[in-house]
């Protein structure tokens, strides 16, 4: 049995992940193996708070997410608590075709996105949410917004900053304190994001293309978005196996979630 990443188990529009009845050999991910996640109603008071600063600040939050999961749970999320008040730009082709994808799959929807469904709502498709295509609109949008001040949020890959669209606007907002780097899942080391993340709040500096932007906007981090699961949903996997498995391999994390996961592990296998 291999878990890929598992995700968390309160995401309306996917199934929770269910454990197997039985694994010889088990193959587990470890990234938050040493953390729990913020539970939703905290996450989502976060999200609205980065939301107020930017409306304050006449300013943009930026979101480096990855195109499948995460984006369209922030778009749900979004739906809710934002009203209207600012527009949602979703720069990212990929993203919005599987935003597409996941829009035609809504029966698979847990019961609570259905309630808003029949309430006439359109948690992935409301009138605010924008989508850029070329490249051309995405270089004009990132113009737009970091001269205009005009307050918005962009969802764009790539989620560590590696690479994509989100390292223009970056390069244009960073240095810049009415804007926000809002991160919403977990950045490897060495990655923009991780340095970013790290150095942020100390008003550091990070390369990007080569080239040295002083980090003037705010910085912020909610873990509650992650496509990994924390601490306690791996170990719950585990032990919802009806017969545990004889070998448990632990991957992708580092040596101190491993370690973390491997004690916690010990008191259900």
Not at 76 to 93: H, K, R
Not at 243 to 266: C, D, F, M, T, Y
Request: charged share 25%; aromatic share 8%.
């Amino acid at each position: 049995m291999f878990s890929g990443d598992l995700g968390a188990p309160h995401t309306p529009l996917l199934p929770a992940p269910k454990p197997p009845y039985k694994a010889d050999i088990l193959v587990l991910e470890s990234t938050y193996g040493d953390r729990n996640h913020e539970n939703r109603a905290t996450r989502k008071q976060r999200l609205k708070a980065a939301i107020d600063h930017a409306l304050e600040n006449q300013g943009t939050v930026l979101i480096p997410a990855f195109s499948i999961g995460r984006t369209q749970e922030l778009l749900y999320e979004f739906e809710e608590i934002l009203d209207g008040q600012l527009p949602v730009i979703l720069d990212s082709p990929l993203a919005s075709r599987f935003t597409q994808v996941y829009r035609e799959l809504k029966p698979f929807w847990n019961d609570e996105a259905h309630e808003r469904l029949k309430a006439g709502r359109k948690p992935l498709a409301f009138d605010n949410l924008l989508t850029v295509e070329s490249h051309d609109d995405h270089l004009r949008m990132v113009h737009h917004l970091a001269t205009s001040g005009r307050p918005a949020i962009v969802i764009s890959g790539s989620g560590m900053c590696t690479s994509g669209r989100i390292v223009n606007y970056l390069k244009a907002m960073l240095g810049d304190e009415r804007h926000d780097v809002l991160f919403v899942g977990y950045q490897a080391e060495g990655t923009p994001g991780r340095i970013i993340q790290k150095y942020g709040p100390r008003n550091g500096y990070v390369e990007l293309d080569g080239e040295r932007y002083t980090i003037k906007a705010k910085v912020d981090t909610i873990g509650g978005y992650s496509g990994h699961a924390d601490q306690n949903g791996l170990v719950r996997f585990v032990k919802g196996m009806r017969h545990k498995p004889q070998e448990i391999r632990l991957v992708h994390g580092n040596k101190k979630a491993k370690e973390s996961l491997w004690q916690a592990l010990l008191k259900v296998i």
